[in-house]
């Protein structure tokens, strides 16, 4: 604070604000990932990449062959099992929905070229909203 006379000889005090200085904070250098790291991050295949249809992907990790069809088959699992019994006790008519519904089954993507399994997405994955965090 500073004291400033006005025109009628009266001492009034004026508030500064503090000049704000940038410190600057040293970054740590992040190791560059090594070519094995790539190449697992490049093939992880989950829910985020994969849905229920058949899809082209750049390169399979088995066979090398690039831009190749994913073929998709599709089964109940313990989870559709769980929910027709839940079904069956709620209200029995509808209980055989989720052995037709294809989000309500797991899917499975193979490469159409050696057969790999190269993806899949687990029964009720792609069936709610996610919610971004």
Same mark, same amino acid.
């Given at each position: 604070?500073?004291? %400033?006379?006005?025109?009628?000889?009266?001492?009034?005090?004026?508030?500064?604000?503090?000049?704000?200085?940038?410190?600057?904070?040293?970054?740590?250098?992040?190791?560059?990932?090594?070519?094995?790291?790539?190449?697992?991050?490049?093939?992880?295949?989950?829910?985020?990449?994969? *849905?229920?249809?058949?899809?082209?992907? /750049?390169?399979?990790?088995?066979?090398?062959?690039?831009?190749?069809?994913?073929?998709? %088959?599709?089964?109940?699992?313990? %989870?559709?099992?769980?929910?027709?019994?839940?079904?069956?006790?709620?209200?029995?008519?509808?209980?055989?929905?989720?052995?037709?519904?294809?989000?309500?089954? %797991?899917? /499975?993507?193979?490469?159409?070229?050696? *057969?790999?399994?190269?993806?899949?997405?687990?029964?009720?994955? /792609?069936?709610?909203? /996610?919610?971004?965090?």
């Amino acid at each position: 604070m500073y004291q %400033k006379v006005n025109h009628l000889n009266v001492k009034e005090e004026i508030p500064v604000e503090p000049e704000v200085v940038a410190i600057p904070v040293p970054v740590p250098e992040q190791p560059l990932p090594t070519e094995n790291e790539e190449t697992a991050a490049r093939h992880n295949f989950r829910h985020n990449f994969f *849905g229920r249809v058949p899809l082209f992907v /750049d390169r399979c990790p088995k066979c090398q062959q690039e831009n190749v069809k994913t073929t998709t %088959k599709t089964y109940p699992t313990w %989870k559709t099992l769980l929910s027709v019994g839940i079904l069956v006790i709620i209200f029995w008519p509808v209980c055989w929905i989720p052995l037709v519904l294809h989000s309500t089954r %797991k899917t /499975d993507h193979h490469c159409t070229n050696c *057969g790999e399994r190269i993806g899949e997405v687990e029964p009720f994955e /792609d069936s709610c909203v /996610d919610i971004q965090t």
